[in-house]
């Protein structure tokens, strides 16, 4: 009986849904040129499965950066903050002669013994490599706020517009790393 009743329920609303009219306005249908311009936009730039895409690497020996209060080195009780970068995520579109890339990573600041709350910048390396080809590189000097109470921070790190022209080769491959050397100048 309830099987029944349902079926007539379904019934019902099936044939409610078939006798309804759509206007144009509902199907997405305009008279707007500026909807042309959007679908023809859309058609000169597709989205790229993450197959395709170029991975992202940490580079050995720059995924962590450490810096020491007044000229110190290596010294533990003299460390102001260590910076370390983490997981790596990326999405890629590709249009008539490029493949761009946005490249996000995600960081963590630490405060040590000789650190104080306030905002630090990191230098850090974007680089795009196909073999010993380089398609792009550039060096972005990223603020990053350490909280006044001294406890960790995170951050997410954002590069878009990495483009590689002509799309990626099967060994392209993208880097990102903590610059060498001194994030500022040191007085002498």
Known sequence: MTIRRFLGISLLAVVAGCNQTDKPADLGVTSDPSGVQAAAQQQTQVAVIQGSCPQVFLR????????YGKGAKDDPQNLAYQVTLGDTTRQCVLNENQLVMTIMVQGRIVVG???AGGTVTLPIR?????????HYSQLVQFPVTIPADGSAAQFIFTQSNVAIPGGSGSFTKAYVGFEE???KKRKK
Do not use: F, I, K
């Open 60 to 67: 050995d020996g720059t995924a962590v950066l450490q810096r």
């Open 113 to 115: 013994p000789a650190g």
């Open 126 to 134: 974007v680089a795009v490599m196909d073999g010993e080809t380089s």
């Open 181 to 183: 050397g001194s994030a």
